[in-house]
């Protein structure tokens, strides 16, 4: 049927927070006095009246009364229930208050005092619910004191400038703050419920009250309980964080959430070389393979490797890694990882970056400083900084200001499907070139400030893998040794081969261990060399050291050209983290050096690291070797010298060693003796003997060249620098030498060197 325009109007009133009266107020008296009219019978044609006496007649009381939502949202229908309503607030915080404005409304013509209630049906447990006075309706509660009832005039008809009937309250949803009642799946919210007790007798024609019966509850618009209620739903912000290693966004901000404009602070993914070959390339002694990725920025201080650490990320693992090589100080290093963290839940969030455990709360062992952005591992000596892309400057602590929850570390700003850009500082010890290194591995948390508890959202990892190696004497377990090996060698002798065994031959074998002690492949280039000296010169020898495998192959050479300074370099295979390679130094002992011990000089050169270390406590001991040759020539006029040699030494002019002429009596044999220390060191106490032949007698003996001392000895008898006379006898022995000291014996004659005399006696 058609419905009464009244009806229209109190609806529509209703709908916007109006009250509008069911009639005239309760305790109006309404009289009324009748009249008769008639005609006056004394004056005909006049019409007169009669009055009646008054009677009075008081309004009772027609009782309603409603909650609606302030503003124009539709009261009750898909509003009813906490999933249906269509009053949401989305994305709030955690302790964030939702207030949302109602309108206690009197449709009847009493006064009533409307009792409320906050109906959480279906909501989660954790919230508080108060309800405040707002008369100006402007969302903003009156006063401090919690609502619990209400008293709400009803309007008076006669009054259309004010309306009576109505009063605007807020009703302020307040979230939970701990993680255990509130996340990212949590359903919060609260319908106003209003409800009057009745006042009115048993009979309301005596006594009236507020027209329902005395002790009873009705209920907005005399409806059953929980049946016409006006819901706000609150549900929670979800964090959407990525947070991962550098991939330059299309769409990148700074920590601020201001775009980056330019992007060289953005670093872009290029071919970089890193230590992940595992076999070796032909002609390249460097475990390098190209890969997709960035250089530390070169902005960062402390860098150990120029140009920028090399970082290659893992964007499938979320985690990236620095391959920095050595430094030659022993200052701390530095590696600046480039980081993105990507917001998806559509709005803006305020993220708080850490470092976490894995289960994405944060590492204990760090320790925070505000002032100065650092965390700080005191075990460890690892220190953290966040950095913003543009100043390079730590990221402060801030807070979002719509938020309750307090920024406890570094906070960025990331507007909604952007990506904001952070650098992540790892300052770690300079690592021991020696010593087993472990990597540096710092998991990077993002936490929403919009969220309870601080808890990382997303991690990403950055690690470092420093270098570290061992060179030395080779030892069972893994590492090298300082044990100063002697290894015994006969110069010029056999030349063997590896197993060399001592005193035997002239190679010299020292078993060496290249040990990677770092966290990264690498090869190493060996070389080395041994500067003898030449038993006759004195000169240096230097012959380089030959490096072979295990196997008795030797390692390629860095250059195979002979000319080249690295010809006597030679590469290892590539070599895994926490192995070695055995390495066998040999040497090979020429012949004519001179005695005693001589020191092995080893380099091993990482071929990535650049890791240098030396080994310089490996010795040679060359052995004596040789033996003193002596030669007697007697003279004869036009032999050549070196026509006619004997026992290795050649003959003088005019001197043979066979085919002498023959002598009268009375003649002259001249006699040259010539002795020669063919050892690899000086002989001591060296002199030349001769005894005078049968049927001859002793003319002279003299050294030639004349020394400035000679000295003599006859048969066995002491030495003297008196000259043998003439004439002594057949069989006498004459011995003579060199006496340069002064010290009445024969002097040393060195390696080389010779000695000669000239003997001469008559024939008989």
């Excluded at 008296?29 to 008081?58: L, R």
């Excluded at 609606?68 to 009750?76: I, M, P, Q, S």
């Excluded at 508080?128 to 509660?141: M, R, S």
């Excluded at 310089?616 to 004596?624: D, H």
Aim: hydrophobic letters at 35%; zero cysteines.
């Amino acid at each position: 049927m058609k419905k009464s325009t009244t009806l229209l109007a109190l609806m529509s009133a209703l709908a916007v927070g109006s009250a509008s009266a069911a009639g005239t107020l309760s305790g109006t008296t309404i009289q009324n006095t009748a009249t008769a009219s008639f005609q006056d019978p004394g004056n005909p044609g006049t019409t007169i009246s009669s009055t009646s006496n008054t009677v009075s007649t008081v309004v009772l009381p027609k009782p309603g009364f409603d909650i609606v939502f302030t503003g124009g949202t539709a009261d009750a229908g898909t509003q009813n229930d906490l999933s249906t309503t269509t009053v949401v607030t989305s994305g709030a915080v955690p302790g964030q208050r939702v207030v949302t404005g109602y309108s206690v409304v009197n449709n009847g013509n009493v006064a009533l005092t409307v009792n409320l209630s906050a109906d959480t049906t279906g909501a989660d447990a954790g919230q508080t619910v108060q309800y405040f006075l707002d008369a100006d309706g402007n969302g903003v509660a009156d006063n401090n004191t919690p609502l619990t009832q209400v008293t709400v005039a009803a309007d008076d008809p006669a009054t259309t400038s004010v309306d009576e009937g109505l009063v605007k309250i807020i009703q302020v949803i307040t979230l939970p703050t701990s993680p255990a009642q509130i996340n990212s799946t949590s359903v919060f919210g609260a319908s106003p419920e209003g409800s009057v007790t009745g006042t009115a007798g048993s009979d309301p024609l005596v006594t009236p009250g507020n027209g329902y019966a005395n002790g009873t509850t009705v209920y907005e618009e005399g409806k059953a309980v929980d049946t016409d209620r006006q819901f706000t739903r609150v549900t929670v912000f979800v964090p959407s964080l990525d947070n991962t290693p550098n991939i330059p966004p299309s769409n990148p901000v700074d920590t601020t959430g201001t775009p980056i404009t330019d992007l060289t602070k953005v670093p872009p993914v290029t071919p970089v070389d890193v230590p992940t070959e595992t076999t070796g390339k032909p002609n390249d002694p460097t475990p390098v393979v190209s890969v997709p990725g960035y250089r530390n920025p070169t902005l960062t201080p402390g860098d150990p490797t120029p140009g920028g650490t090399p970082i290659a990320p893992n964007v499938a693992g979320d985690a990236q890694i620095a391959y920095p090589t050595a430094d030659l100080n022993n200052t701390p290093d530095v590696v600046t990882f480039t980081n993105n963290l990507t917001n998806r839940s559509g709005a803006t969030d305020m993220v708080q970056l850490f470092p976490t455990l894995a289960n994405g709360t944060v590492d204990p062992a760090y320790t925070f400083n505000p002032t100065t952005g650092v965390f700080t591992n005191t075990t460890t000596g690892v220190s953290i900084r966040f950095l913003d892309p543009i100043t390079g400057n730590p990221i402060a602590v801030s807070t979002d200001p719509n938020n309750p929850t307090v920024a406890q570390y570094p906070t960025v700003t990331v507007p909604n499907n952007t990506s904001v850009v952070y650098r992540t500082e790892v300052t770690f010890p300079d690592p021991d070139d020696t010593s087993v290194t472990p990597a540096v591995t710092v998991l990077v948390g993002a936490d929403s400030l919009k969220d309870a508890d601080l808890v990382s959202n997303s991690n990403t990892t950055d690690t470092i893998l420093p270098p570290a190696m061992q060179f030395g004497d080779a030892t069972v377990a893994q590492g090298a040794v300082d044990r100063a090996p002697v290894e015994v060698v006969i110069p010029g002798g056999t030349q063997s081969g590896i197993a060399s065994p001592n005193n035997t031959d002239g190679t010299a074998v020292f078993p060496m261990d290249v040990a990677n002690n770092g966290q990264y492949n690498d090869s190493y280039t060996l070389s080395g060399s041994v500067t003898f000296t030449d038993a006759v010169t004195g000169n240096p020898v230097v012959v380089p050291v030959l490096y072979y495998a295990a196997d008795g192959s030797l390692l390629p050479r860095l250059n195979t050209n002979s000319n080249s300074p690295d010809y006597n370099k030679f590469v290892t295979p590539v070599t895994a983290p926490g192995t070695e390679f055995k390495a066998f130094a040999v040497v090979q002992t020429p012949a004519g050096v001179r005695t005693g011990d001589y020191t092995v000089s080893q380099t091993a050169l990482a071929n990535y690291s650049t890791i240098t270390l030396t080994d310089i406590n490996n010795v040679i001991r060359v052995s004596p070797n040789g033996s003193v040759a002596v030669a007697k020539f007697i003279a004869k006029t036009g032999v050549a010298a070196g026509s006619n040699p004997a026992n290795g030494i050649a003959n003088p002019a005019n001197y043979t060693a066979t085919g002498a002429n023959g002598a009268q009596p009375g003649g002259t044999l001249s006699y040259r003796i010539i002795g020669k220390n063919n050892y690899n060191q000086t002989v001591n106490g060296f002199f030349l003997s001769d005894t005078v032949p049968a049927n001859t007698t002793f003319v002279s003996v003299a050294l030639t060249p004349a020394p400035t001392k000679t000295i003599y000895r006859v048969n066995g008898g002491a030495w003297t620098a008196v000259a043998p006379a003439a004439g002594l006898a057949a069989g006498t022995v004459i011995d003579v030498a060199v006496d340069a000291d002064n010290n009445n014996l024969p002097d040393s004659l060195t390696a080389g060197n010779t000695l000669s005399a000239d003997f001469t006696v008559t024939v008989r």
